[in-house]
C-alpha cells in the first residue's frame, strides 16, 4: 500500500472559496456534482491506499493537517478559516462521502474525530439532498413561504 496524498484531500477542504460562492439554491446541485468529480476518486483511491479499515488514521491526519493550517494563519483569521474547513465538510465533502457506501465510515471519524478534538464546535453530516431541502426562497431576505407538498418529496 502507498501514502495518501494528504496535501490534495487537504486541497477538498481548504479550498473553500471556489465551492461556497457555489452554495446557493440553484448552483449547489451542479457544484456538488463538480465537486464529486474533482475529489471522489481521489478519496477513494486514499481509502484504498490506506486500508479500508483505517478510517480513523486517516480522519485523524486530516485532521492534524486542518489544525497545522489554522496555526499558520494570523491569530485574527483563524476562526474564519476554521469555519470556512468545517462548511466544506458539511456541505461538500460529508455528502459526497456518504454517497459512497465504502467512503461513509470515513464521513463519520471526520465528525466524530471534530467533536472531539473541538467540542464545543460539533458538526452533523448530511446528504447532498438533504442539504438541498434546506434552501428556502426568500425576497429580500424575508422567508417565504413553502409549499408543503415539496418537503414531502
Avoid: H
Avoid at 496524498?5 to 477542504?13: K, S
Avoid at 451542479?30 to 471522489?40: K, L, M, P, R, S
Avoid at 491569530?75 to 469555519?83: G, L
Avoid at 456541505?91 to 459512497?100: G, N, V
Wanted: glycine share 6%; with cysteine.
Amino acid at each position: 500500500m502507498s501514502e495518501p496524498n494528504i496535501p490534495a484531500l487537504l486541497e477538498a477542504i481548504q479550498d473553500a472559496r471556489p465551492w461556497m460562492r457555489r452554495f446557493t439554491k440553484k448552483t449547489y446541485p451542479q457544484a456538488f456534482q463538480d465537486y464529486t468529480v474533482q475529489f471522489g476518486g481521489l478519496f477513494r483511491e486514499a481509502l484504498r491506499d490506506a486500508g479500508e479499515a483505517d478510517f480513523t488514521a486517516l480522519a485523524d491526519t486530516l485532521l492534524d493537517g486542518l489544525a497545522e493550517g489554522w496555526s499558520r494563519q494570523r491569530f485574527w483569521n483563524r476562526a474564519s478559516v476554521q469555519m470556512n474547513d468545517k462548511q466544506m465538510l458539511v456541505c461538500f465533502l460529508s455528502p459526497m462521502l456518504l454517497e459512497d457506501p465504502d467512503c461513509a465510515p470515513l464521513a463519520e471519524a471526520l465528525r466524530e474525530g471534530w467533536a472531539a478534538r473541538w467540542p464545543k464546535e460539533p458538526y452533523q453530516t448530511a446528504t447532498a439532498k438533504q442539504l438541498q431541502k434546506g434552501f428556502r426562497p426568500t425576497f429580500l431576505g424575508i422567508a417565504l413561504p413553502v409549499d408543503p407538498k415539496e418537503d414531502e418529496e
